[in-house]
C-alpha cells in the first residue's frame, strides 16, 4: 500500500520532470531552492526556481544499520527528531537558520557545525545519492555502505557543490549513536593562552567535540562516555564555569549575538596552528582555530590576501558566497569545470555558482 507522503512524492517528482522539460526548450538556466534556508548564501536568480521541498519523506531507517535514506525535501528536524528516537544523530552537527532546512538543502551547502574537526566533515557521512540530470533522469551513486566502487565518488563530489552538478532527489547518510555524556565549560582566557591550550588539546586523545574562542572566553564541549567526559572536565582549570548547550546551538545556527553586527561577515579556512591574522575587527575563533569567522570593515581583497598568505582561504559569509580566492588553483579549478560539463553540460543547473568544498 502506498502511503500518503509517497503519493505527494511521486506528484512533486513529476512536476520537476515537467518543469525541467520546459527549462530546456527554452534554453533557460533553473535555480534550485528546498527550505530556503541557505537563500541568504546564494538566492535563486534563474527565470526558472525548482522548488524541491516536496520531494521529502523517510525512504528506508534501520537504526541498527547506521543509515538513513530520506529524499532531499525531507525537513532536517524531521529526520533528527526520528533519529533521536533511537538514541542517533547525525555527526556532522549541520546547521540551519530556521526548521525549514531540509536533507538536500544541508548536503548541498556541505557546511558542518563545530563537531567537524572531530566527526569529519559532512561528505564523509553521505553514502550514496540519486542525482537528477538536465533531462529529469535519476542517477544513482554509491549506496548504503561505507564500500564503493573505484573512480570519482560521486556522493562526496556532489556533496557541497550547491546543485551544480544537479539536483539531489535521495539521500544515504550514515549517523552515530548520541554520546552517553555530555558536558560544555568555559573560561576567561586571553588570545594567546587560549591559542595554547588549543592546540595542546589539538595534539591529545580527549572527547573533545567543540572548541571556540570568542574573544574573552573559551568554550569547551566534552562528548563521549561518563567516565571520559568527567576525567577530561576534572582535568581544566577551576575556574572554569558550567554552561548549557545553548552556546553551542547558537553557534551551530550564526545566532550568536557576533553574527548580529552589521558589519560584513567572512568565514575564513585555514591551518589550526596558523596565526592570528592581525585584520581589524571582531573574531570568533571555532574548530580549535581552523574555522575563524570575522566581522568587519575590512576591504574584501585584503581579507582574501591575508587568509591566502596564512595557507588557507575567506569568503564573504552572504550572497557574494561563491566568490572565493585562494581555495583552489588554477589546475583542480580546470578540473572542476570538466566534471561539471560531464554532469550538466549546458549549465542548466545554478549556472552563476561554482561548486565549493569545507
Same mark, same amino acid.
Given at each position: 500500500m502506498v502511503d500518503a507522503q509517497s503519493l505527494v512524492a511521486d506528484a512533486a517528482l513529476h512536476d520537476i520532470r515537467a518543469q525541467l522539460a520546459t527549462a530546456n526548450a527554452q534554453g533557460q538556466p533553473v535555480s534550485l531552492r528546498g527550505g530556503g534556508t541557505h537563500s541568504f548564501l546564494r538566492p535563486p536568480v534563474g527565470p526558472v526556481v525548482l522548488e524541491l521541498a516536496a520531494y521529502a519523506g523517510v525512504v528506508a531507517y534501520e537504526p541498527s544499520e547506521l543509515v538513513v535514506v530520506a529524499r532531499a525535501g525531507t525537513p532536517l528536524c524531521e529526520l533528527e527528531t526520528r533519529l533521536a528516537e533511537h538514541g542517533q544523530r547525525f555527526a556532522f552537527e549541520p546547521p540551519r537558520r530556521?526548521?525549514?532546512?531540509?536533507?538536500?538543502g544541508v548536503v548541498s551547502a556541505g557546511l558542518a557545525g563545530p563537531a567537524r574537526p572531530y566527526t569529519a566533515a559532512v561528505r564523509d557521512h553521505v553514502l550514496g545519492v540519486r542525482? &537528477?540530470?538536465?533531462?529529469?533522469?535519476?542517477?544513482?551513486?554509491?549506496?548504503?555502505? &561505507?564500500?564503493?566502487?573505484?573512480?570519482?565518488?560521486?556522493?562526496? =563530489?556532489?556533496?557541497?557543490?550547491?546543485g551544480v552538478l544537479g539536483p539531489l532527489m535521495e539521500i544515504a547518510v550514515r549517523v552515530v549513536p548520541a554520546p552517553a555524556a555530555e558536558r560544555?565549560?568555559?573560561?576567561?582566557?586571553?588570545l594567546e593562552d587560549a591559542r595554547a591550550w588549543m592546540r595542546e588539546a589539538g595534539g591529545r586523545f580527549l572527547p573533545l567535540s567543540?572548541?571556540?574562542? /570568542?574573544?574573552?572566553?573559551?568554550h569547551v564541549r566534552w562528548a563521549g562516555s561518563p567516565a571520559a567526559v568527567e576525567a577530561a572536565a576534572a582535568a581544566l582549570p577551576r575556574v572554569a564555569v558550567e554552561e548549557t548547550a545553548d552556546f553551542w546551538r547558537q553557534l551551530r545556527d550564526w545566532a550568536l549575538p557576533f553574527f548580529a553586527d552589521p558589519r560584513a561577515l567572512w568565514r575564513l579556512v585555514l591551518p589550526p596552528n596558523a596565526?592570528? =591574522?592581525?585584520?581589524?575587527?571582531?573574531?570568533?575563533? /571555532?574548530?580549535?582555530?581552523?574555522?575563524?569567522?570575522?566581522?568587519?570593515d575590512v576591504s574584501p581583497a585584503a581579507v582574501m590576501a591575508c587568509a591566502v598568505a596564512a595557507g588557507g582561504y575567506a569568503s564573504p559569509f552572504d550572497a557574494a558566497y561563491g566568490l572565493r580566492s585562494g581555495g583552489l588553483s588554477?589546475?583542480?579549478?580546470?578540473?572542476?569545470?570538466r566534471v561539471r560539463r560531464s554532469f550538466d553540460p549546458h549549465q542548466l543547473f545554478n549556472p552563476e555558482l561554482s561548486p565549493q568544498d569545507d
Open positions: 530556521s526548521s525549514a532546512a531540509t536533507l538536500g542525482l &537528477m540530470n538536465s533531462q529529469g533522469e535519476l542517477l544513482q551513486f554509491g549506496g548504503r555502505v &561505507m564500500k564503493n566502487v573505484a573512480g570519482y565518488d560521486v556522493s562526496r =563530489l556532489v556533496t557541497g557543490a550547491w560544555c565549560l568555559r573560561w576567561s582566557l586571553s567543540g572548541l571556540c574562542y /570568542d574573544g574573552a572566553h573559551l596565526p592570528a =591574522l592581525g585584520l581589524p575587527g571582531s573574531w570568533l575563533w /571555532d574548530w580549535g582555530g581552523a574555522q575563524r569567522w570575522l566581522k568587519t588554477q589546475v583542480q579549478r580546470a578540473l572542476q569545470a
